[in-house]
């Protein structure tokens, strides 16, 4: 059973990421403020559903939420900053784009760069334990695969319309056959040797 808030008497920001583990495509943060005794007997952890439950969750979430928003940050940037970096700047995003200013952040993991001077409290497998955090995985999850399956099209051959860019066996055969997209993460381990040369695809 996912607690509906932490705090009850502060307006709470639930924060998760999605695509840390990918080899292309960005990292994208949601945060999301759900009102207070929020039920939803589907919510729970992104990972734990169904791509239609997820789906039909993200209709609800943005419907019932009293703010929520996304933050996405590049691979350019990814490969420039690393990749724990970017998962905190896209939270930052995601929470600067909120149209509700939360008064505690609740941060799925175990670590986190403060957020102005919001106080904040990470929680490990946050995501099965509070509600707002469970909604923010769902957010970041949809709106990444979404994304990542859009550009599927422009390149083809990877499986992203699948993979949604994590390292599956299809997508590392596509990097061998047909080298790297602007969108993969260059500074990433993209086949297990690197010492193979790749050709960008324009």
């Known amino acids: 059973m996912l607690h509906s808030s932490f705090s009850p008497d502060k307006v709470e920001a639930g924060c998760d990421e999605a695509g840390r583990g990918c080899l ?16 939803h007997e589907l919510l729970n952890d992104s990972k734990q559903l169904t791509k239609t439950e997820r789906e039909e969750l993200r209709v609800d979430i943005q419907r019932d939420s009293l703010a929520w928003a ?23 995003r995601a929470i600067s784009s909120l149209t509700i200013c939360p008064q505690l952040l609740l941060i799925d993991g175990n670590r986190f760069n403060p957020y102005k001077h919001i106080p ?8 099965a334990t509070y509600l707002s955090i469970a909604a923010a995985s769902i957010l970041a999850k949809t709106h990444r695969d979404e994304l990542m399956m ?17 390292p599956t066996l299809e ?14 993460r260059r500074s990433f381990q993209l086949l ?10 324009k």
């Open 70 to 92: 996304i933050g996405e940050v590049s691979s350019v940037d990814i490969d420039r900053i690393n990749i724990l970096n970017a998962s905190f700047e896209a939270m930052h």
């Open 192 to 201: 297990p040797s690197q010492l193979e040369l790749f050709e960008e695809v």
């Open 171 to 184: 997508h590392r055969d596509g990097i061998r056959k047909s080298g790297i997209t602007p969108f993969h």
């Open 150 to 166: 859009n550009l599927a099209e422009s390149y083809p051959g990877y499986g992203w319309e699948s993979n949604v860019g994590y």
């Open 120 to 127: 904040y409290e990470c929680v490990v497998r946050g995501d």
């Open 24 to 39: 292309a495509g960005p990292v994208v943060a949601a945060a999301v403020i759900l009102p207070k005794d929020y039920k």
